[in-house]
């Protein structure tokens, strides 16, 4: 009997630890070139010095084309306590999709590396920006209370 209570007892801490991803909305002020319907983050709660995917899904309506880069930016109470920018070119090259990017490709997954400066158990406003190579926002997505941890190795 006692060994049934445990596994009740690991079943519920676990349940109790697991976390969902706060709602993700769009940030963006203007058109964009990506009309996003869903966008995900993988593993939540972000992993520091791990890599996150992001994965967005939707319409491209012009192609990604060079210079097009992706910005991160998280903020606490106001203040901005993590950044990061990268080639998203770059970025989609590794997954198989070099710039330019046509308009029928309707997923696009970054993976990046949480740098070891973000802080660990803050809930952050969390903006992921990307803007394409001729100035154009591609998407612009945002949440709030989202934290990253020290994994277990």
Known sequence: M???????????????????IPPIT???TGSTDITIDTFTLEPYPLCIGESVCATGNGTLSTPVVDGATLSITGKYLGRVVYTDS??????????GHPCPIPTTLTSITACVLVKPSAPANV????????MNGNGNVLFCQTASGVLAQICPP
């Open 2 to 20: 006692k060994y049934f209570a445990a596994i009740a007892a690991f079943a519920c801490l676990a349940f109790a630890n697991a976390q969902v």
């Open 26 to 28: 769009s940030c963006a």
């Open 86 to 95: 990268h080639d998203l070119c770059e970025l989609m090259g590794d997954q």
């Open 123 to 130: 809930p952050v406003v969390l903006t992921v920006l990307a």
